[in-house]
Nanobody
Framework: QVQLVESGGGLVQAGGSLRLSCAAS????????MGWFRQAPEKEREFVAA????????YYGNSVKGRFTISRDNAKNTMYLQMNSLKPEDTAVYYC?????????????????WGQGTQVTVSS
């Protein structure tokens, strides 16, 4: 098993930046492909980004391509999401996800482990 804890959320103005972190504990971090999802009020959970076990491959949702960057530091058991050029529509609770299968970590119904979420609010 792996435990996931997100941090770094907050309130930012449109056009600003935030960096989210996801700290993992438990089973060896590099065993897992990792991902980020988000969920706005009254909306379904949406895929944001995914990264392979050693970070060589990344994949982004269409709404964040070119603005968000996912990365990981396996030595620190931590994954990051650098969010630039933020828009009000990026407002959501952001969740960290882990799965041993990279093909599954971008699918809401297939993810093995979730963090508790961190709120990101972008004001206009």
């Amino acid at each position: 098993q792996v435990q996931l804890v997100e941090s770094g959320g907050g309130l930012v103005q449109a056009g600003g930046s935030l960096r989210l972190s996801c700290a993992a504990s438990g089973r060896t971090f590099s065993t897992y492909a990792m991902g980020w999802f988000r969920q706005a009020p009254e909306k379904e959970r949406e895929f944001v980004a995914a990264i392979s076990r050693i970070g060589g491959t990344t994949y982004y949702g269409n709404s964040v391509k070119g603005r968000f960057t996912i990365s990981r530091d396996n030595a620190k058991n931590t994954m990051y999401l650098q969010m630039n050029s933020l828009k009000p529509e990026d407002t959501a609770v952001y969740y960290c996800a882990a799965d041993t299968n990279y093909a599954d970590v971008s699918r809401v119904g297939r993810v093995d482990y979730w963090g508790q979420g961190t709120q990101v609010t972008v004001s206009s």
